[in-house]
């Protein structure tokens, strides 16, 4: 049981570049997340799917599109990467929505140059 | 607002007590959390609290809840070198599918 993992680890993109993180979580959960973390402001929700081949928007989902096309992935695309999508991306699960905790992935360090 | 409010720094020796303060904004939140973010690493779920009750004890960890002033706190007892980390409170915003975290703060245990 691997819980939830986050591939790749790093990344250094090119402005203008596009690429996709791969979460992944064996648990069988419905809920999955996509935060960012930034110096001094805490996470902040991307994009959230309560269930396979749903999305929904977050807090910050602008220059992000997302995709859950089977229950166990969610996978987190940059078009056209920007400076200002540097920080650390978590993916996250859990079985429900609300008053249920999220278990989350290792992150993944994003610089976009 | 959905602004969830700590402090960012919190300095202690060890063997102390330390205290993270968070104040959050929905009322209606049941369910109420603390995380703890080792460098480098994920965020891991250290305890919670139901909205219902004003106290909880778990080990060295004992939370308060104040549903009144809208405040929680985490309580560490006898604090080590291996609890200097970021904490984060977080509670589910209204009727919606997400958890919302606060700033995170950064605890130092010093000798």
């Known amino acids: 049981n691997a819980g939830v993992t986050q591939t790749p680890k790093f990344r250094v993109l090119k402005t203008g570049q596009s690429m996709t993180l791969l979460c992944a979580q064996d648990m069988n959960h419905e809920y999955m997340y996509w935060y960012r973390q930034d110096p001094g402001m805490g996470l902040r929700l991307i994009h959230y799917s309560v269930g396979e081949g749903t999305t929904a928007k977050g807090e910050v989902p602008d220059g992000y599109n997302v995709s859950r096309l089977k229950k166990q992935n969610f996978l987190l695309g940059l078009e056209s990467a920007a400076p200002s999508q540097t920080s650390v991306y978590f993916c996250?699960?859990?079985?429900?929505?609300?008053?249920?905790?999220?278990?989350f992935g290792p992150g993944t360090r994003l610089t976009v140059l | 607002g959905e602004d969830v409010e700590q402090s960012l720094f919190l300095s202690v020796r060890e063997g102390d007590s330390s205290v993270i303060n968070c104040t959050y904004t929905d009322s209606s939140s049941t369910y109420l959390y603390w995380y703890k973010q080792e460098p480098g690493a994920g965020l891991q779920l250290l305890t919670y609290?139901?909205?219902?009750?004003d106290m909880k004890q778990d080990q060295r960890l004992t939370v308060l809840l104040n549903k009144k002033d809208k405040h929680l706190s985490l309580r560490i007892a006898d604090t080590q070198t291996g609890d200097s980390a970021i904490y984060f409170c977080a509670e589910w915003v209204g009727g919606g599918n997400k958890l919302t975290f606060g700033t995170g703060t950064q605890l130092k245990v010093e000798l």
């Open positions: 996250a699960s859990s079985y429900t929505g609300r008053a249920s905790p999220l278990g």
């Open positions: 609290i139901f909205s219902n009750m």
